[in-house]
T-cell receptor
């Protein structure tokens, strides 16, 4: 598609439950990025993919977060055993190539952990 | 490491006023620089970008010039409109690096009629 699509738009989970978020990048884009936007607008990089391969995972809290980008499927970000501090808006972005290429963002998934 | 510092605001202006939002950066390597805008309840939209020194990015009346000597990328608009009310983020990507965007903390702009 012409835009980055993210589902669901909103997600509510009780503490300890699993949350799974999905992202369909723009067709033809090779790179996918996940960012977390917390209170006061701060963005935190989580993970990036080059096609189905992890490109950079230095931002991922590995004990509870995992992500995949499989061929012919939306990319996914999964949080096992959510905590209150996971409440945030999760944005997916995609870019055609590397070396400073523009990243195009989806509308985000707002996760609320109660 | 790489970082972006931008004026925190909030900034409140009257319609048709001149806007400047300051942004400076620290980067290892040679970054590409971006301004993104986030309207209430929406995702990030690219506003403009510049990829090398002295480049000027422009869009919708907004401009920013990549100044390597002062490591700055200030956003300007000559005459703001109510519809420009949003949060503006300065960001960089270091070319040849991890490709992740490094964002400033955002500046909330409110334009009153």
């Amino acid at each position: 598609g012409e835009e980055v699509a993210q589902t669901p738009k909103h997600l509510v989970r009780g503490e300890g439950q699993k949350a799974k978020l999905y992202c369909a990048p723009i067709k033809g884009h090779s790179y996918v990025f996940w960012y977390q936007q917390v209170l006061k607008n701060e963005f935190k990089f989580l993970i990036s993919f080059q096609n189905e391969n992890v490109f950079d995972e230095t931002g991922m809290p590995k004990e509870r977060f995992s992500a995949k980008c499989l061929p012919n499927s939306p990319c996914s970000l999964e949080i096992q055993a959510t905590k209150l501090e996971d409440s945030a808006v999760y944005f997916c972005a995609s870019s055609r190539d590397r070396d400073g290429e523009t990243q195009y963002f989806g509308p985000g998934t707002r996760l609320l952990v109660l | 490491g790489n970082s972006v510092t931008q004026m925190e605001g909030p900034v409140t202006l009257s319609e048709e006023a001149f806007l400047t939002i300051n942004c400076t950066y620290t980067a290892t390597g040679y970054p590409s620089l971006f301004w993104y805008v986030q309207y209430p309840g929406e995702g990030l939209q690219l506003l403009l970008k510049a990829t090398k020194a002295d480049d000027k990015g422009s869009n919708k009346g907004f401009e920013a010039t990549y100044r390597k000597e002062t490591t700055s990328f200030h956003l300007e608009k000559g005459s703001v409109q109510v519809s420009d009310s949003a949060v503006y983020f300065c960001a960089l990507i270091t070319q040849g690096g991890s490709e992740k965007l490094v964002f400033g903390k955002g500046t909330k702009l409110t334009v009153n009629p």
